[in-house]
């Protein structure tokens, strides 16, 4: 990393590391190049150092759009549990979820020695907002359950809802696979 991030500078030709430093940085060249696309990879493969290609591949890659945000909103907003199991729906929404982080990351406070505490404020209020959207997007198999989570007292974490949710899926399998024992059991009997 300290070659992408620029903090292992490159030595002088005349210093004695310089032969190491350039082994090392051709090193990650090739990693680099190796884990692009053949056209973006084409387009690098004359820059000196693995921070120079860092540098040119955020400037052309690494802002965020507002038609990327709008495509993975609606991402969300069309996602639905379906017929997919629980682990499955939770995965998807959290993939996109980190997506929108990623690239439209909530505020922080830049105050110093703060307490007011805002930052964690945002936190809770996306976190509870993701948490209904899950509940709601669930299919109603599982109202029970999105009912008993709605009436807590304090809401619990995503991942705390989403472990709720997968106890009552793996339930629901061993009690459909109990029945098929007991027939199996009288029919030897």
């Given at each position: 990393?300290?070659?992408?991030?620029?903090?292992?500078?490159?030595?002088?030709?005349?210093?004695?590391?310089?032969?190491?430093?350039?082994?090392?940085?051709?090193?990650?060249?090739?990693?680099?190049?190796?884990?692009?696309?053949?056209?973006i990879?084409?387009s690098?493969?004359?820059?000196d150092?693995?921070?120079?290609?860092?540098?040119?591949?955020?400037e052309?890659?690494?802002?965020?759009?507002?038609?990327?945000?709008?495509?993975?909103?609606?991402?969300?907003?069309?996602?639905?549990?379906?017929?997919l199991?629980?682990?499955?729906?939770?995965?998807?929404?959290?993939?996109?979820?980190?997506?929108?982080?990623?690239?439209?990351?909530?505020?922080?406070?830049?105050?110093?020695?703060?307490?007011?505490?805002?930052?964690?404020?945002?936190?809770?209020?996306?976190?509870?907002?993701?948490?209904?959207?899950?509940?709601?997007?669930?299919?109603?198999?599982?109202?029970?359950?999105?009912?008993?989570?709605?009436?807590?007292?304090?809401?619990?974490?995503?991942?705390?809802?989403?472990?709720?949710?997968?106890?009552?899926?793996?339930?629901?399998?061993?009690?459909?696979?109990?029945?098929?024992?007991?027939?199996?059991?009288?029919?030897?009997?």
């Open positions: 990393m300290a070659f992408v991030d620029g903090s292992l500078e490159k030595p002088f030709i005349t210093d004695d590391s310089y032969r190491a430093w350039s082994r090392c940085n051709s090193m990650v060249i090739g990693w680099l190049i190796t884990a692009l696309d053949q056209q990879a084409a690098i493969l004359y820059v150092t693995a921070r120079d290609i860092w540098l040119e591949l955020e052309r890659f690494g802002h965020a759009s507002s038609a990327q945000l709008y495509a993975l909103q609606q991402e969300i907003s069309d996602s639905s549990q379906d017929n199991p629980i682990a499955e729906y939770y995965t998807k929404l959290k993939k996109t979820w980190d997506e929108i982080d990623n690239l439209s990351p909530l505020p922080v406070c830049e105050c110093s020695n703060c307490t007011c505490t805002l930052s964690a404020k945002f936190l809770k209020m996306q976190q509870d907002q993701r948490l209904m959207f899950f509940l709601m997007k669930l299919n109603n198999n599982y109202s029970n359950v999105r009912s008993n989570i709605l009436m807590m007292d304090t809401l619990p974490s995503l991942p705390q809802a989403y472990r709720m949710l997968l106890q009552e899926q793996r339930h629901r399998e061993i009690s459909r696979i109990v029945p098929n024992i007991v027939e199996s059991t009288d029919f030897a009997a």
